[in-house]
């Protein structure tokens, strides 16, 4: 199937701090998902996307589509504790990109 | 709220063993998922229903089986499990048409060994 990569695999850092993360793919699509997974828990939907360029927010977390509809952003701003987990990407036909693992050190 | 339920968090087979995961979910969504989680891979479309006793294949459909005789029901189905099958199995639902536009709700997982 087709792939989506996602960087970072992983990261550590610091409580407050800023996340930043993306998910790339050779080719276009028309929606964007981004999940999170709590540890022992299944995926949650965070934000979903539908148009080129669009920018949504839902609480600290925003995320990006990108303009050539080949990636897409997700940034959280301050980030607490329970930010800890791992973020996915997810394009159309449910294939879900490998993960973003963040730790948080307070 | 939606509530996914799967039978079992953690399983232990023997190879060759056949196995059953089930799923349920309780708000009366037309579409049903299993995928497959393992590190490095991120979550991997096994089979998905999008009604009673339909079924299409996901990406990585080889070694398993489905059935969906209710709707509220998915039961995943290792015919002869096999060592590579030890994961992170996780059951979704959602309500759409168009699944790929539409929230999943997932499940707890489950997690299979196969010794």
């Known amino acids: 199937g087709q792939q989506l990569n996602q960087s970072p695999q992983s990261m550590f850092i610091q409580e407050g701090e800023d996340v930043s993360m993306n998910c790339t793919s050779s080719?276009?699509?028309?929606?964007w998902l981004w999940y999170k997974q709590d540890p022992g828990e299944g995926p949650v939907l965070l934000i979903a996307l539908y148009k080129a360029g669009e920018l949504t927010s839902n609480g600290r977390l925003t995320a990006q589509f990108g303009i050539t509809r080949k990636d897409s952003f997700l940034n959280i701003s301050a980030s607490i504790p329970s930010d800890v987990g791992i973020y996915f990407c997810v394009r159309y036909k449910l294939s879900f990109g490998a993960g973003t693992t963040v730790t948080v050190r307070a | 709220d939606v509530k996914v339920t799967q039978s079992s968090r953690y399983l232990v087979k023997r190879t060759g063993e056949k196995v059953f995961l089930e799923c349920v979910q309780d708000m009366d969504h037309e579409n049903m998922f299993w995928y497959r989680q393992d590190p490095g891979l991120g979550l991997r479309l096994i089979y998905f229903s999008y009604d009673v006793k339909m079924k299409e294949k996901g990406d990585i459909p080889e070694g398993y089986s489905v059935s969906r005789e209710k709707k509220e029901r998915f039961s995943l189905i290792l015919e002869s499990a096999s060592t590579n099958q030890t994961s992170m199995y996780l059951c979704?639902?959602?309500?759409?048409?168009?699944?790929?536009?539409?929230?999943?709700?997932f499940g707890p997982g489950t997690r299979l060994t196969v010794l």
């Open positions: 080719s276009i699509f028309n929606t």
């Open positions: 979704a639902s959602s309500r759409q048409v168009e699944p790929s536009t539409d929230t999943q709700y």
